[in-house]
């Protein structure tokens, strides 16, 4: 029996950054010609994708943790797994198909540290419903879904077998196709076995005609905005705001996940929400001070010495 199974992408990322890049919020973009020549700063080969990112996490912080993600069988493959591995994670519900290639993504990273991301999504995105296993999801204390390339008939395979057994709790961090198809109403919000929500305030903003609903379903839903910090909103009413702590700040990828895993991971453990945002927060502030989702993630004794927190 596992504590939590992480269900989502996982990927390679190569980050690359430059100084003679620039890149900002308001639609600007550095225009390359061709034949430039740019010297980089950086370069680095990392594992990373949603579900991969928090299963990391979860381990780390002392939680028997799993993974249902696709890969192809190729190297890149190989590096996932013995990421894996190397940090505990079960790979047993690992999907690798020979006919596909496993996902990755690039990462220019400007020199003000804001990041236009390529991905290819390969494999991660064919999670399929007969990828599911209801027996170990039913086994599982929790479930954490992260995007699946918006597959409509996995995630009802997912929502059912959680609806059947209440015992798993699930949180969601959906991303954009997934929010589509609940402005679609391809789903009925009440029927979802959501117990902690999480999106970015631009996610929240796509789902804006379903925010009521939202609220009034879902017991827990978090709303992060980045260095400004996030909402946290229970039982509908909006009960905790939190500001981000992050020393020092390099690359934003994985923040979202690190907050995720350990705001998660606190709940499980049965601490306050007060609590769990304060994990939360830590762990975010200590990944974006490196290329990568996965380096500076905080290991639970870690967190519990920031935070001062006895369990």
Not at 241 to 251: K, L, N, P, R, Y
Not at 279 to 306: D, M, P, S
Request: glycine share 8%; charged share 25%; proline share 2%.
């Amino acid at each position: 029996m596992f504590d939590i199974i992480s269900i989502g992408s996982s990927l390679l990322d190569i980050f690359i950054r430059s100084n003679d890049l620039e890149a900002d919020r308001d639609g600007e973009r550095q225009i390359l010609t061709y034949g430039d020549k740019l010297e980089l700063s950086d370069f680095h080969i990392v594992t990373g994708g949603g579900a991969s990112n928090t299963a990391v996490a979860f381990a780390r912080l002392g939680l028997r943790a799993a993974v249902i993600s696709e890969t192809g069988r190729d190297e890149f493959a190989n590096l996932i797994t013995a990421d894996f591995q190397k940090e505990g994670v079960a790979t047993n519900l690992l999907i690798q198909e020979k006919l596909e290639k496993t996902g990755g993504a690039v990462a220019l990273v400007a020199k003000n540290s804001e990041r236009v991301i390529m991905v290819h999504r390969g494999a991660a995105s064919m999670l399929d419903p007969f990828d599911i296993p209801a027996f170990w999801l039913v086994k599982s204390k929790w479930v954490h879904l992260s995007s699946i390339g918006g597959n409509q008939e996995t995630l009802a395979k997912i929502f059912k077998v959680l609806n059947n057994n209440q015992e798993t709790k699930m949180s969601w961090n959906p991303g954009k196709k997934e929010l589509q198809l609940l402005v679609k109403e391809k789903f009925e919000i009440a029927q979802i076995p959501c117990e902690i929500f999480f999106v970015n305030e631009e996610e929240w903003a796509m789902v804006e005609p379903l925010h009521e609903e939202i609220l009034l379903n879902f017991p827990q839903v978090v709303i992060t905005k980045g260095k400004a910090g996030g909402e946290v909103h229970i039982f509908g009413k909006k009960a905790f705001e939190f500001v981000g702590e992050a020393e020092s700040f390099v690359d934003s990828t994985g923040a979202g996940d690190a907050f995720a895993a350990a705001y998660v991971a606190a709940i499980l453990d049965g601490l306050e929400v007060s609590i769990a945002i304060s994990w939360g927060v830590k762990n975010a502030g200590n990944v974006v001070a490196y290329f990568g989702a996965k380096l500076g993630l905080l290991r639970k004794t870690q967190i519990l010495e920031l935070t001062k927190t006895k369990n």
